[in-house]
């Protein structure tokens, strides 16, 4: 059974850059059958996709947020990781981490999500 | 990018009656879209891939239609644990998008 892991701090300085860290265990973002991403979502609002990393090494990005945006991934300790620059207060959101299968018919879609981690972005 | 439109926002209905959602993208996504719940304090959960699949372990209650821009996800008879928000997603084109969820709560 893949269980992800979200971590990092849950609070965040306007103007400041927000670092997130996923570990998944149960499986491996070497894997060539699925994407690792990161979705988020803002208190009582809608869900937005920030990115996905695939385990050749590309990495697709929501272009809205892609000027800000940077994530990586460390196959060694079978972590994701995000880093979102210049924070604002629209950037509070809950972030998951998110595993979505490469191929078939459920190509794309989100089989299994982190339980999420609350980051406030405040002074 | 696509956008996908969830109507209503908010469905207020009874135990064990009939509900039917909406999902309207603003271009064709062919049958690539899928359906999950999400009930508060927990991440969402994958219910209908590919338009019409249901995932593994969900409820025959739930079956979901559509193709191109119009999909439906319907619930027949509303068990207690179905009032949840439903959101729908696009993998059709990226960026991947979600509508803005559909809030089914208890008359």
């Known amino acids: 059974q893949v269980h992800l892991q979200e971590s990092g701090p849950g609070l965040v300085k306007p103007s400041e850059t927000l670092s997130l860290t996923c570990t998944v265990s149960g499986g491996s973002i070497s894997s060539p059958s699925y994407y690792w991403g990161w979705i988020r979502q803002p208190p009582g609002k809608g869900l937005e996709w920030i990115g996905s990393?695939?385990?050749?090494?590309?990495?697709y990005y929501n272009p809205s947020l892609n000027s800000r945006v940077t994530i990586s991934a460390d196959t060694s300790k079978n972590q994701l990781s995000l880093k979102l620059w210049s924070v604002i207060a629209a950037d509070t959101a809950m972030y998951y981490c998110?595993?979505?299968?490469?191929?078939?018919?459920?190509?794309?879609?989100?089989?299994?999500w982190g339980q999420g981690t609350l980051v406030t972005v405040s002074s | 990018e696509i956008v996908l439109t969830q109507s209503p926002a908010t469905l207020s209905l009874s135990p064990g009656e009939r509900a039917t959602l909406s999902c309207r993208a603003s271009?064709?996504?062919?049958?690539?879209l899928a359906w999950y719940q999400q009930k508060p304090g927990q991440a969402p959960r994958l219910l209908i891939y590919g338009a019409s699949n249901r995932a593994t372990g969900v409820p025959a209650r739930f079956s979901g239609s559509g193709s191109g821009t119009d999909f439906t996800l319907t619930i027949n008879s509303l068990e207690p644990e179905d009032f949840a928000v439903y959101h729908c997603?696009?993998?059709?084109?990226?960026?991947?998008?979600f509508g803005g969820g559909t809030k089914v709560e208890i008359k």
């Open positions: 990393f695939y385990y050749e090494g590309s990495i």
């Open positions: 271009q064709s996504v062919d049958i690539y």
């Open positions: 998110a595993r979505l299968p490469y191929g078939g018919q459920s190509h794309n879609y989100v089989d299994y």
């Open positions: 997603q696009q993998r059709s084109h990226w960026p991947l998008t």
